[in-house]
């Protein structure tokens, strides 16, 4: 609290004042960040355009937030086992990445009500997208074992993982439309 007064330039009375609590500015931060990230009008339907285009910007947005090191640093913290450590994942998961993901459902079910996807199981469709988006290199990253990911790397695996998405989600004439011509 008193780094963030000083770096604000005000009295650590008025930071707490104004958040009550550790916690209380810590789902503020989180909020704040995943918003910054990956704004909600990321996740507003665009009929004019392709769903892989939105989809590749959505991947793009999430694969950039969780590779951030100040997002490497926090995982690291609230896996680490401390007594305090299950709070603070909760209040983490509650106020960033299941906020995100409800985002994501309500996108993913306007898909399927404008006929663009075929999903039975919008919230397991949910959260098997963001897990191919973390995939190996977020997993190296989280155990410091990774090379600096370029952005020809992000792109490559965002692109890749939306294909297996719409492979397995897109609307059956979509998935004619996807299928290479054969001689």
Known sequence: ??????????????????????????????RERCQEQMPS???????????????????HAFFSLITQPESIALHRLITAGTPTSHKLAQLFWDSGPRLLHDDFEKFL???????????????RAASQFFALLKGELHARMLCGCSQPVTPIDTDAHVRATVEFFLRAYAACSERVAMIPATR
């Open 1 to 30: 609290m008193d780094a963030i007064a000083s770096e604000a330039g005000v009295s650590k009375l008025t930071v707490y004042s104004h958040f009550t609590d550790k916690e209380t500015l810590f789902v503020a931060a989180i």
């Open 109 to 123: 079910r306007q898909e399927v009500e404008d006929g663009q996807l075929e999903i039975e199981d919008v919230p």
């Open 41 to 59: 009008t990321l996740f507003s339907i665009d009929r004019s355009a392709p769903v892989r285009r939105q989809l590749e910007a959505i991947g």
